[in-house]
Structures are given as C-alpha cells and as structure tokens.
C-alpha cells in the first residue's frame, strides 16, 4: 500500500490548458513537498509547504497543502510544453517518503 | 557551485556480477542518501547518512546491498551480486542537515542487468 497516492499517474493536454494534481494519504505530515524530474535528471525541489491549508504560488504553478495536512494539490495554469516531466509529492513523517509520481506532458 | 555528483550515469551487466556506484554531495553538506528509482515510480530510501553514520539503513536489502560513507563525504553503493530485478536508477542526494528535508539529487545512474 502506497502511503502517498498521487492522481493522475498520467496526463497529457495541449498547450495553454490548465491541470490539477492530487496527493492524497491517511497520514498526517509535518510537512510536504513537490518535485518535477525530468528524463535523465533527478528530482528538483519546486516547494515545500508546511501550514495547513498554506498556499503557495510559484510563477504559474500553485501548491495547497489540505487543511488537516494529509493530502495536498498542484495547479498549472496555461501549461507550456516546458512544464512536462514526473511531478512527485513527498510527506515527511520519520523520513521523507515519494509519492509514485504523475508523467505529465504538454503537447505543443 | 558543483551540484550532486555521480557515476557511472550508465552501467550494463550481467547477473551475478558486482556493481559499484559513487555519490560526491554538495561541499559541506552532512546528510547523504541513497535512493531507488523504478520506471515510472517514485524514489524510495535505500539508505541515510549523518556524516560517515548510517543513521537509517532499514530498507536497504543488506544480503546484496552495501554502502559506506568514508570521511563523511563521498559515497559508494555496492550490489553484490546483482540481480535481474535491481535494474533501476539509483539516486544520491544530499542536505544540509537531515532536519531541514532540502534535499538536492544527483542525476542519478541507471543500472540494467542482463
């Protein structure tokens, strides 16, 4: 069992549409993060949000972290080809645990 | 500034055989990981050091696995022998301090056993 389900695993929209991204658990976090990795890259850390209910914008990406701090959302607006890559939430409990990731593309 | 480091990026071999792999983190950072990455999956902690001390090692399969820390620096992942199923990328990053969770990857090395 998964402790971080992320939803969708996939996703492909055209260019200039806009797209949510869920991570959901049972468990309670101190805090939470998302990455973006692309082919033949790791991970690279977007944001971490610690408060519940804590909103963060980063340019055209906006990140909430779920008032009970167990689940939380990534929006992008206007989604340009440049935003494809793994989008990866991960919770910190004893040590920091990674969701399975949603493979977005962004088709020109 | 240098991110994280590591090689090989590519290693292809066959099972039954050893592999190696080095990690150098970002200059003053004391926490290194080591992570496994499957296709289309998240990375999953292998193992966590505090300078040269293993502090979290649990899920790492120790009848094959190996790592040391030596001068609390550099890294290196040892499988020994490697299996069809270990075909993988294996991550390294580091932080600052365990405690911050900021954490900076390496690119990773992709492992395939024939």
């Known amino acids: 069992t998964q402790l971080l389900e992320q939803s969708p695993q996939f996703l492909s929209i055209q260019e200039g549409e806009n797209l949510t991204v869920y991570c959901n658990s049972s468990s309670v976090f101190s805090s939470l993060q998302w990455y973006r990795q692309e082919p033949g890259e790791g991970p690279v850390l977007l944001v971490t949000v610690v408060t519940g209910g804590e909103v963060k914008k980063l340019k055209r990406l906006t990140f909430q972290f779920g008032d009970a701090r167990k689940d939380s959302s990534l929006h992008i607006t206007a989604a340009q080809p440049g935003d494809t890559g793994l989008y990866l939430c991960?919770?910190?409990?004893?040590?920091?645990?990674f969701g399975e990731g949603t493979q977005l593309t962004v088709n020109p | 500034e240098a991110g994280v480091v590591q090689s090989p990026r590519y290693k292809i071999i066959e099972k039954k055989q050893p592999v190696a792999f080095w990690c150098n983190p970002i200059?003053?950072?004391?926490?290194l990981y080591w992570y496994l990455q499957n296709l289309g999956q998240g990375p999953e902690l292998l193992i966590r050091?505090?300078?040269?001390?293993?502090?979290?090692d649990s899920q790492l399969p120790k009848d094959r696995f190996s790592a040391e820390r030596l001068k609390g620096v550099d890294s290196t992942l040892k499988i020994q022998p490697a299996e069809l199923g270990d075909s993988a990328v294996y991550l390294c990053?580091?932080?600052?301090?365990?405690?911050?969770?900021?954490?900076?990857f390496g690119a990773g090395s992709r492992l395939t056993v024939l």
């Open positions: 990053a580091s932080s600052a301090t365990s405690g911050a969770n900021v954490l900076t």
């Open positions: 200059s003053g950072h004391n926490t």
């Open positions: 050091y505090e300078n040269e001390e293993a502090v979290d």
């Open positions: 991960a919770g910190v409990l004893a040590r920091l645990t």
